[in-house]
């Protein structure tokens, strides 16, 4: 007969291998959803910079609207209604995305929020330091289209994005972690257009408009999900062997 504890300690090691096995298998297959994933970020971001350039106004077809496209929107500046998305970074230095929304339409008070750039958070002055102003109020702004404003993220219950009641009102604008378009068009009294647009324009007034890119490299999920699927197969015939050699102790024992 064989040992108790011998028993036992195969036993533990078989579900040890099995959990081991199951957990592995599925590491490799969420590291394939992943690669999935990322080839269709890639494959939108192709297909929206294929399609031509769209000209902004309040009266263009919602379905034209689609991310990544080329666009250009003429329009004045509401420099007043400027918000700083903080926490941005740009080749490793700390910094602020200035929100800026463009006038579309003065009779309607539609208009599109404009990330105009980049720009350096200043570590010696208190306080934000000053926004750069437009170099003219009437611009034609040249970009690409995102469906909301990247997101950061961000703890607790969202107190760091709150905006204030109204935009306009202080001396400063307002310094949020994320900012929601359905949100800024409450406290800005304006219509807003559902999409944001990403300046690439080059301009006077100094900002970086080096916006940064999703991570599209699949063949590094699909390298990592065929290392899980081959520690997955070692565990499995590990598991195998344990298994042939408990029963043939059980049987020339039996």
Request: aromatic fraction near 8%; hydrophobic fraction near 45%; glycine fraction near 8%.
């Amino acid at each position: 007969m064989a040992r108790p504890h011998s028993m036992y300690r195969t036993i533990a090691a078989l579900l040890l291998l099995a959990v081991a096995c199951v957990a592995m298998a599925m590491l490799g297959r969420w590291q394939l959803h992943r690669a999935a994933e990322r080839q269709g970020i890639a494959a939108a971001i192709e297909a929206g910079r294929q399609l031509p350039p769209l000209e902004l106004t309040p009266q263009v077809d919602r379905n034209e609207l689609t991310a990544w496209r080329s666009v250009q929107a003429t329009g004045t500046w509401l420099p007043e209604q400027s918000v700083l998305l903080e926490n941005r970074n740009y080749q490793g230095h700390p910094g602020y995305w200035i929100a800026t929304p463009l006038l579309l339409d003065a009779a309607t008070q539609h208009a599109v929020l404009v990330l105009r750039g980049w720009m350096p958070r200043s570590l010696s002055a208190q306080g934000h330091p000053p926004v750069p102003a437009p170099t003219a109020l009437t611009q034609t702004v040249a970009g690409e289209l995102a469906l909301h404003v990247p997101r950061l993220y961000e703890l607790g219950d969202g107190q760091y994005s709150r905006l204030p009641d109204r935009l306009g009102q202080g001396d400063a604008p307002p310094a949020v972690q994320n900012l929601a378009l359905e949100d800024y068009q409450r406290v800005s009294g304006l219509t807003m257009m559902p999409v944001v647009l990403q300046q690439l324009e080059p301009s006077d007034d100094g900002l970086e408009h080096d916006w940064p890119q999703p991570s599209i490299d699949h063949n590094q999920n699909l390298g990592y999900a065929l290392q899980w699927f081959a520690f997955a197969s070692i565990a499995g015939v590990a598991f195998l062997v344990v298994l042939w050699r408990g029963l043939r102790r059980r049987f020339k024992t039996g």
